[in-house]
Nanobody, 122 residues
Framework: QLVESGGGSVQAGDSLRLSCAASGGRLNNYAVGWFRQAPGKEREFISALSLSGEVTDYVDSAKGRFTISRDFAKNTVHLQMNSLNSEDTAVYYC?????????????????WGQGTQVTVSS
């Protein structure tokens, strides 16, 4: 099971760092990724990270502002989000799959978290 943390309510221009950890498993052995879903919208892929550290390109709205990373020592994955704006308001989910980033990117990852809410006020 994956557990996200780090969400919250912030002002436009602020930063947040989301974290994803695996309970009962080693996230280090999986390709991982982040998605988000805003109210009334479909789930949107943000970015993914392979075991070798290769980053799958970010969604256009996140380029230059969001960074995905992995902490092998802590067995966690992070999403650093800078220059947040109201359009970033959504529930953010992490996903993981041992098959690799393709399974994460296409939304068929085996493991998903429950999500963490990010609310950005302008």
């Amino acid at each position: 099971q994956l557990v996200e943390s780090g969400g919250g309510s912030v002002q436009a221009g602020d930063s947040l760092r989301l974290s994803c950890a695996a309970s009962g498993g080693r996230l280090n052995n999986y390709a991982v990724g982040w998605f988000r879903q805003a109210p009334g919208k479909e789930r949107e892929f943000i970015s993914a990270l392979s075991l070798s550290g290769e980053v799958t390109d970010y969604v256009d709205s996140a380029k230059g502002r969001f960074t995905i990373s992995r902490d092998f020592a802590k067995n966690t994955v992070h999403l650093q989000m800078n220059s947040l704006n109201s359009e970033d308001t959504a529930v953010y989910y992490c996903a993981a799959d041992i098959r690799g980033t393709s399974a994460v990117v296409d939304g068929t990852a085996d493991y998903w978290g429950q999500g963490t809410q990010v609310t950005v006020s302008s």
